[in-house]
Nanobody, 124 residues
Framework: QVQLVESGGGLVQAGGSLKVSCAASGRTFSNYAMGWFRQAPGKEREFVAAISGSGISTSYADSVKGRFTISRDNAKNTVYLQMNSLKPEDTAVYYC?????????????????WGQGTQVTVSS
């Protein structure tokens, strides 16, 4: 069992920036691809970004490409999501997810571990 704990969410004005973090337990963190998903009330949980176990490969949803950056520090068992130029439509609960394989994927059903989420609210 792997535990994921998100932090860093909050309220920010449109155009602002926010960085959320995900701290993971476990000794094999570097072997896990990691992803960020988000979910607004009444909507499906959607893919935001993913990163391979090594951190070399990344993938982004079209809606956030150029604005968000995913990164990881395997020595700290932590993955980050830097969010810039935030828009009201970015408002959601952001979830950290882990996969028991090092290869990244945008498909939520292929992730095995999930954090409890952190709320990000972008005001207009």
């Amino acid at each position: 069992q792997v535990q994921l704990v998100e932090s860093g969410g909050g309220l920010v004005q449109a155009g602002g920036s926010l960085k959320v973090s995900c701290a993971a337990s476990g000794r094999t963190f570097s072997n896990y691809a990691m992803g960020w998903f988000r979910q607004a009330p009444g909507k499906e949980r959607e893919f935001v970004a993913a990163i391979s176990g090594s951190g070399i490969s990344t993938s982004y949803a079209d809606s956030v490409k150029g604005r968000f950056t995913i990164s990881r520090d395997n020595a700290k068992n932590t993955v980050y999501l830097q969010m810039n130029s935030l828009k009201p439509e970015d408002t959601a609960v952001y979830y950290c997810a882990g996969r028991r394989l090092p290869f990244l994927t945008a498909m939520r059903n292929e992730y095995h571990y999930w954090g409890q989420g952190t709320q990000v609210t972008v005001s207009s």
